[in-house]
């Protein structure tokens, strides 16, 4: 599957934005996705996933209760809506999804093996 993540931009500290990934293919419905994240000098770290529609979401502690992932399998798209952000969540983003995860890797980036190109989020103070 491919994947094109739009909706990253610059904000200041509280604001809200909400990305979105389109992914191509038939099968969407079967793959798990997620967002990840990658400041500049850090390493790329997991931010949000979740499996089938309607299923268990999984997110970072940094994130939890501020970031809320969802999907539209009609449309194809995973989104991911953030809400009162902070210049720490000051990142590129990316979404990702694969076919087989197993539960217990899903906050790993090495359990997906489709990557959007990311979008750039800048929160300033």
């Known amino acids: 599957v491919q994947l094109q993540a739009s909706g990253g931009g610059e904000v200041e500290t509280g604001d809200s934005l909400r990305l979105s990934c389109v992914a191509s293919g038939r099968t969407f419905s079967s793959y798990a996705v997620g967002w990840f994240r990658q400041a500049p000098g850090k390493e790329r770290e997991f931010v949000a996933a979740?499996?089938?529609?309607?299923?268990?979401?999984y997110y970072a502690d940094s994130v939890k209760g501020r970031f809320t992932i969802s999907r539209d399998d009609a449309k194809n798209t995973v989104s991911l809506q953030m809400n009162s952000l902070k210049p720490e969540d000051t990142a590129v983003y990316y979404c990702a999804a694969d076919r087989t995860i197993i539960l217990s890797t899903i906050r790993w980036a090495s359990s997906f093996g489709s990557w959007g190109q990311g979008t750039q989020v800048t929160v300033s103070s």
């Open positions: 979740m499996r089938r529609s309607g299923g268990s979401t």
